[in-house]
């Protein structure tokens, strides 16, 4: 390790192998060698700054001070928001698209999704009853998938659902990775993409079943700030950038039940005022999701005695900042209460990004996540009753995206 200036320099050529194999913990690791909240080295070749907490969280947040273009791999960039979408716009045209998302989340919206993923749930529960039991994530991974569409107003061929969900599925889980699972994620888009551009394309032909004011709709009359249409291959990738995390959302449901499973004072606790709320906080701050997330400097800035650049990579270490104990009392315990605490900083607390919605890129489905995930416990823990049988429920954290081992088989499943 060298310090030139405030910030550790790691030694070696490049750290793009020891991430792939420590995966979450990569930064931890180094935070710690380093004795320091920030380090230097080398990502695919490229000088890279690797930072966590509050203080970095603002730097990264601060609204145009950084871009997303050219901040996250290819190869998870195109599984995941992907080229033309709202994360890589910069400046008026970003807010102008962020606009389009937020405008979906209204407080009506954000209950009904829930609503759906009720009726979806109740829907699929009494085939899970089966002898064998169901694996909850596939099961709940289908439930979101139904869900969104109907509330996106995206006709849904009930035989079609599984291949769908499969499809959304496969990006997320290639996103974090090179090699097979990537490129299997890669093959399984482009069906998704042909799909989608299809519905975009009857919605602009005036397709009645496809209702007014639902995201489909939004999203396919949407115009730019300068009242073009999107580009009907970017409508379509918008589309997708509601519908796949919404499935992706049944990632952090599985990581609820595993709570429930782990901490079983917490079942009651859910029902009372209040404590579902912190539970849910708790799983989405305590479990793995998104490693880190990246930005390419817009506006030169100088911070712990280096310049940063126009074009200089930082990266924040999201799940680093969600377990920093200078923000977290005891952070690797499973404390939901510690949330009846939270001042609600948007800087410290930031599994879907940190800062603002509208004028930065903090996630437009952040709510969206919370309301499913609320519906979700309350499913669990008063909607149905269940046996967990003995399984690995390890999570690795050197596999990103993380889940666990066995993806939470539950069996004797019966509606309450
Ligand atoms: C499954 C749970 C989710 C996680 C862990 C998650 C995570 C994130 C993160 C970390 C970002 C910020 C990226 C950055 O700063 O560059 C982000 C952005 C975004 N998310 Fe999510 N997200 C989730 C769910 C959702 C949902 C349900 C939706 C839509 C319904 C959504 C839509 C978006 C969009 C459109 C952006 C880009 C925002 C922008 O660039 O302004 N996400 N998400």
Redesign the pocket.
């Given at each position: 390790m060298t310090v030139t200036d405030g910030i550790p320099r790691l030694r070696g050529a490049d750290s793009t192998v020891a991430l792939l194999r420590e995966g979450y913990a990569f930064g931890a690791h180094r935070f710690a060698r380093t004795a320091s909240d920030v380090f230097e080295t080398r990502l695919m070749l490229r000088p890279a700054v690797v930072a966590f907490g509050e203080e970095a969280a603002r730097l990264?947040?601060e609204p145009d001070r950084t871009t997303?273009r050219r901040?996250l791999p290819p190869t998870t960039l195109t599984l995941l928001?992907d080229r033309g979408?709202?994360?890589?716009?910069d400046g008026e045209a970003?807010r102008h698209r962020?606009q389009m998302?937020m405008s979906?989340m209204t407080p009506a919206a954000l209950a009904e999704i829930g609503d759906l993923v009720e009726r979806e749930w109740r829907t699929g529960a009494p085939q899970w009853a089966g002898s064998g039991g169901v694996v909850l994530f596939d099961a709940v991974r289908e439930v979101l998938f139904r869900a969104?569409c109907a509330w996106s107003g995206v006709p849904l061929d009930r035989e079609d659902a599984g291949t769908r969900t499969r499809q959304l599925a496969a990006m997320v889980e290639g996103a974090g990775s090179v090699g097979p699972r990537n490129l299997h994620g890669q093959l399984l888009r482009h069906r998704a993409e042909r799909w989608a551009g299809e519905l975009i394309a009857r919605v602009r032909g005036g397709d009645p079943a496809v209702q007014e004011g639902r995201a489909a709709h939004v999203i396919a009359r949407h115009r730019d700030a300068e009242g073009r249409l999107l580009d009907p291959d970017v409508a379509r990738v918008?589309l997708l950038?509601?519908l796949r995390?919404?499935v992706?959302?049944a990632?952090?449901v599985v990581f609820a039940a595993l709570a429930l499973h782990q901490h079983p004072e917490c079942r009651t606790a859910v029902g009372e005022n209040g404590y579902l709320r912190w539970f849910v906080q708790e799983v989405?701050r305590y479990y793995p999701?998104?490693p880190m997330?990246?930005?390419r400097v817009q506006q030169e800035f100088d911070w712990r005695g280096r310049r940063f650049t126009p074009g200089s990579w930082l990266l924040l270490d999201?799940y680093a900042t969600n377990h920093d104990p200078r923000l977290w009392a005891d952070p690797a315990a499973f404390r939901p209460e510690r949330f009846g605490a939270w001042d609600g900083d948007p800087y410290t607390f930031?599994?879907?990004?940190?800062g603002e919605?509208s004028s930065?890129?903090?996630?437009?489905?952040?709510w969206?996540?919370i309301s499913?995930l609320e519906r979700a416990v309350r499913l669990l823990t008063t909607g149905m009753t269940y046996e967990v049988p003995l399984q690995d429920l390890s999570v690795d954290l050197t596999r990103m995206p993380a889940a666990p081992a066995s993806g939470l088989l539950l069996t004797d499943v019966r509606p309450a």
């Open positions: 990264l947040y997303r901040a928001q979408s709202v994360e890589l716009l970003h962020k998302f979906l969104v918008e950038n509601v995390p919404t992706a959302v990632r952090f989405r999701f998104f997330v990246g930005g999201i930031l599994p879907q990004g940190a919605f930065g890129h903090r996630c437009a489905g952040e969206l996540t499913v």
